[in-house]
């Protein structure tokens, strides 16, 4: 594996030029130090960190990750396109996730480069930071691949090829890096750092509760690992003040603006153009997730979705896998919501709100519909049906929806999918219950959790959502990813080798923390 940051290294090209050019004037021999030349000394961390956490943003709105919005039941390709073949059968090969790879690993070059730096300035709490925003993306490479590159990654002067660690190293090693990070926070921040924290914007506690939110989500994802104990690391994040709750989403906003190549990431896939054209004229809703709106009369589906034609209250999705002669148009399918991409104007285009917005990185609901988990395991004291209503209802205010609160409870009183009367009794049960509604939560936000809640805990019991290609390899979901085509390129004699390829590991070696 040897990356290249591509952005970083047409920056330097290009800057390097132009100061070259001024440099001239000085003479082409003049060897005094150029002050204004792209260097590894004046690359400095706050410089590094904005760019580096704006791309976690645009990783987790990705378009990368469109397939498991598919695989998911959230999002569906209309009539008007051809689909791609090896989503729809699951017959995914070595290139499928290359980019997602590649693009994930390049953002955690960023993140590396911006604590190493800052820990040589002394701005630990930058390094902080930059440690918490990578552990969460290195558990989303976990969550996709299992083993990958880690420990040796990064460090070209002593590993061209670096080794695969195993999952569950990278996972224990990830508790201790969130730990170290933490206390990092718990130094004094530079002015420095508050003025390129485009996240946080300098809040050091809100950087604690996010990093005890990514150490609870790891301990959540083992729940189901025969004889895992989480109690030493659930001290540690008690202890630390807890995680994130009501309010609390971990976002980021460098300046966006409804202008080309400025946009909300999210807004730029899935909303409008600055000129008002549909940003994807290939995707609607999923008539899967549709049908579970409309049949519990949720009126967060307003907030998901438009309704068709943008106005009156019918909504639709197409049907995942479904043959493209019988799949509506996109004027007869719902497109994304408010909630998601902003307002319309009287043209039923963006008004461009949605185009400023801040990029979510961690929603709060998600936050709190972990720790509900957590009380309801027993992990954690307290009321477990309190917890999760509290989290039912975040998402209804995370979304916007008109009298939240009281839209909420009226919403879990009458839907015994959402009742905490039906959750039962035993842990298993409840984690299902509320990793349900969880899954209604993140409809087209996050569907990398819900793709791995599902592989954890199997809690959708209509499995409608899998794709009705009558050449899909199997009535389940694979299991995980191949690794892409650029490792056995770059770094063959480390990278695992596949068991059959396509139909092969791809529904039978599990990651592993699923049962």
Same mark, same amino acid.
């Given at each position: ?21 001024? /440099?001239? $004037? ?13 260097? !590894?000394?004046?690359?400095? &961390? ?7 956490? %704006? ?33 729809? #059968?699951?017959?995914?090969?070595? #290139? ?30 930058? &390094? ?7 552990? $969460? ?5 976990? !969550? ?27 996972? $224990? ?6 730990? #170290? ?9 530079? %002015? ?38 989480? /109690? ?7 202890? %630390? ?24 990431? @999210? ?18 809703? %999923? ?43 996109? &004027? ?78 009226? @919403?879990?009183?009458?839907?015994? /999918? ?13 984690? *299902? ?21 599902? *592989? ?17 390899? /199997? ?12 490792? @056995? ?27």
């Amino acid at each position: 594996m040897k990356l290249i940051n591509t952005k970083w290294l047409f920056l330097i090209i290009i800057l390097s030029a132009g100061f070259a050019f001024n /440099s001239c $004037k000085k003479g082409f021999l003049d060897v005094n130090t150029d002050p204004n030349r792209v260097t !590894d000394a004046n690359v400095t &961390a706050e410089l590094i960190f904005p760019q580096a956490a %704006n791309a976690v943003g645009v990783r987790e709105a990705n378009i990368d990750f469109l397939f498991l919005d598919h695989w998911m039941g959230y999002i569906a390709q209309n009539g008007q396109f051809a689909p791609q073949q090896n989503e729809l #059968t699951y017959n995914i090969d070595f #290139t499928f996730g290359n980019a997602l790879f590649v693009n994930h690993y390049n953002t955690l070059f960023d993140l590396h480069q911006a604590e190493v730096k800052g820990i040589a300035t002394g701005d630990t709490v930058l &390094a902080g930071a930059s440690i918490i925003l990578a552990a $969460k993306l290195w558990q989303e490479l976990v !969550d996709l691949y299992g083993d990958i590159p880690y420990s040796q990654v990064f460090q070209t002067d002593k590993y061209s090829s670096p080794v695969y660690d195993k999952a569950q190293d990278i996972y $224990k090693d990830l508790q201790g890096r969130l730990d #170290t990070a933490i206390g990092y926070m718990h130094t004094t921040e530079k %002015n420095a750092f508050i003025a390129a924290d485009i996240v946080n914007h300098g809040d050091q506690n809100k950087w604690i509760l996010f990093a005890n939110t990514l150490k609870l989500r790891l301990l959540i994802r083992q729940s189901e690992v025969p004889g895992f104990d989480p /109690s030493s690391d659930i001290t540690k994040i008690l202890n %630390n003040g807890g995680v994130l709750g009501a309010g609390q989403t971990v976002s980021v906003n460098p300046g966006y603006s409804n202008d080309l190549n400025k946009q909300n990431p @999210y807004y730029a896939i899935f909303g409008w153009d600055p000129t008002g054209v549909v940003s994807t004229s290939a995707d609607n809703a %999923n008539a899967y997730i549709v049908n579970i709106l409309n049949s519990t009369n949720d009126p967060r589906i307003g907030r998901f979705f438009y309704p068709v034609g943008f106005s009156g209250g019918t909504y639709a999705g197409a049907v995942f896998g479904a043959s493209q002669s019988t799949l509506p148009t996109a &004027a007869n399918l719902s497109y994304f919501g408010p909630g998601l991409v902003g307002t319309i104007n009287s043209s039923n285009s963006g008004d461009g709100s949605g185009a400023k917005q801040n990029q979510w990185i961690f929603p709060s609901y998600e936050s709190m519909f972990l720790y509900a988990e957590a009380v309801a395991r027993g992990w954690i004291t307290g009321d477990a049906q309190t917890a999760y209503m509290a989290a039912v209802t975040e998402s209804f205010s995370w979304l916007g929806t008109p009298d939240a609160v009281n839209a909420a409870a009226t @919403y879990m009183s009458n839907n015994p /999918s959402a009742n905490w009367a039906n959750a039962g009794t035993s842990s298993l049960s409840m984690a *299902r219950f509320i990793a349900y509604q969880k899954y209604i939560a993140n409809t087209a936000i996050d569907p990398l959790e819900s793709y791995s809640d599902l *592989r954890r805990l199997n809690f959708l019991t209509d499995n409608s959502y899998i794709s009705a290609s009558p050449g899909k390899l /199997s009535n389940t979901l694979p299991v995980k990813l191949l690794y892409p085509q650029s490792e @056995y390129t770059s770094n063959a004699a480390n990278v695992p080798k596949e068991v059959g390829g396509p139909g092969g590991d791809l529904f039978t070696k599990k990651i592993f923390w699923q049962p």
